[in-house]
């Protein structure tokens, strides 16, 4: 016969006790920590929903009206928005205007003084192209716009004013920050101008130097005047090429810049 087994220790009974606690404790903290985790991520990207989701205003319809336009302090011009419905008051004249001359056009208009590297940038690359510009409006004051626009009245009736014609301090050229293109030579411009050489370019590139075409074809419906493709307004290369990419018209992307 061999040797007897030694005998068998018992594990004493405070071991198994300190040994249950400390994997109670593990799994605890082992929970503590994944949920945390969950929580924080739950906080940082939380799910969508209806309600959170901040839905773009609709674009209200064009009414007549005379609405403050707001904002409308000079330092705003990227964002101040003019239709029929509001309106710049007549006291507003840009303190800032200059001479497009300093942009190298010689027609006697003027524009804010902001405008000028840009304005002058398009130019030289307009001639570059062989598609060569002038100037045929820019500023207009309060009492320049209301001239205009009771002459057109008289000659044309209202009906037909009021669809190219903006009521007095309704009118982008009073911001000082829009002006009317042609071809350089041309004695004026018509809806055909986009057709030309000279007005396919603007409307292919002027973006780029910070002018957008604020009535295009087919938005009058958006834009509440009719097509106008030498009308531009300058907005600076940033916003007006955020302008471009959205795919909106002027009057919609300064809407929902509201909203």
Not at 140 to 161: D, P
Not at 185 to 205: C, F, I, L, Q, Y
């Amino acid at each position: 016969m061999g040797a007897p087994a030694p005998p068998r220790r018992s594990v004493p009974f405070y071991r198994v006790v300190r040994l249950l606690l400390a994997v109670a404790v593990l799994v605890v903290v082992v929970r503590l920590i994944v949920g945390g985790g969950e929580s924080e991520r739950a906080v940082m990207s939380p799910s969508p929903s209806v309600g959170s989701q901040r839905s773009p205003p609709p674009l209200p319809p064009c009414t007549k009206g005379d609405a403050l336009a707001k904002p409308e302090g000079y330092d705003e011009w990227q964002r101040t928005l003019v239709d029929t419905y509001f309106a710049l008051r007549l006291s507003y004249a840009p303190s800032d205007l200059v001479s497009v001359g300093e942009a190298g056009f010689e027609a006697p208009y003027e524009v804010r003084g902001l405008l000028v590297p840009d304005l002058g940038a398009l130019r030289d690359a307009a001639a570059a192209a062989n598609s060569p510009l002038d100037i045929s409006a820019a500023y207009r004051s309060y009492a320049q716009q209301a001239s205009l626009y009771h002459r057109r009245v008289k000659s044309e009736g209202r009906e037909e004013a009021v669809g190219k014609t903006a009521r007095p301090g309704h009118s982008e050229h009073q911001l000082g920050t829009t002006v009317d293109f042609k071809t350089l030579g041309a004695a004026d411009v018509d809806r055909s101008w986009e057709r030309t050489p000279a007005g396919a370019w603007m409307a292919a590139n002027a973006w780029m130097y910070g002018f957008v075409q604020s009535y295009p074809r087919r938005s009058t419906d958006r834009t509440c005047y009719w097509y106008e493709p030498w009308h531009y307004r300058y907005f600076g290369r940033d916003v007006a090429t955020q302008i471009h990419d959205s795919g909106l018209a002027v009057r919609e992307f300064l809407w929902r810049e509201r909203g």
